[in-house]
């Protein structure tokens, strides 16, 4: 079974440039996750979508921050204009809700964004 | 806001050797996890502790929940190279499955 996939791996963009960061979670997973994650801390929750609905973003800037998950399959997390400051992995995550369960979220391997 | 403490934010150790990562709140979390991830990689889920007082076993891996579910703990035994990476720990809020993860102790075990 494929993991959530992310794309692209690394980009490298000067400020105030527009960039798109991409995810596909896994098959049937209803939950999907943006994380932040700057060097050598742990990652920072920025959105939780439940299928096509954003139930979580108090944590996301939304004055330069945007999500979006139409079909509420794959996402596309935008930033625009990029500050020095935004350079960090980025990391999406999926999960399925049990019954009375805890989530299992299921990370991909993030991409590294480089602001110059 | 609540935070999650993870000591030492650094460990390293020779290969054979035990170590233990600890994770401190002040708050209450209705369940504990334990990721590793390694450079280039997401994190990968370990264990879930639910449980006060709880102990699980993975190997040479031992993780404990604290009896007020605030702190947890991770020993390693007899630890080998490729134990290497960053351990986080993550406390689960009950209200909308939250996690918020701590700093991450970055382990290097040396052959």
């Known amino acids: 079974e494929a993991g959530v996939v992310q794309s692209p791996r690394y980009k490298i963009i000067e400020k105030k440039q527009p960039v798109a960061f991409w995810c596909n979670p896994i098959s049937g997973h209803n939950t999907l996750y943006w994380y932040l994650q700057n060097l050598g801390q742990g990652p920072e929750l920025l959105i939780r979508y439940e299928n096509e609905e954003a139930v979580d973003d108090s944590q996301l800037p939304k004055d330069r921050f945007s999500a979006e998950r139409l079909k509420g399959v794959d996402s596309t997390l935008k930033i625009q204009p990029a500050e020095l400051g935004d350079s960090a992995v980025y990391l999406c995550a999926s999960s399925h809700r049990a019954p009375g369960g805890t989530d299992t979220q299921y990370f991909g391997p993030g991409t590294r964004l480089t602001v110059l | 806001t609540q935070l999650l403490e993870q000591s030492p934010q650094f460990l390293s150790i020779q290969e054979g050797e035990n170590l233990t990562v600890y994770c401190n709140s002040s708050?209450?979390?209705?369940?504990l996890q334990w990721y590793r991830q390694e450079p280039g990689e997401g994190p990968v889920l370990l264990v879930t502790v639910v449980t006060g007082g709880e102990v699980k076993k993975l190997k040479r891996l031992t993780f404990q929940f604290g009896d007020a579910r605030k702190d947890s703990s991770l020993h390693i035994t007899a630890a080998q190279p490729g134990d290497t990476g960053l351990y986080l720990c993550a406390g689960v809020v009950a209200a909308g499955n939250k996690l918020t993860f701590g700093g991450g102790t970055r382990v290097l075990v040396k052959p």
């Open positions: 708050s209450v979390f209705s369940s």
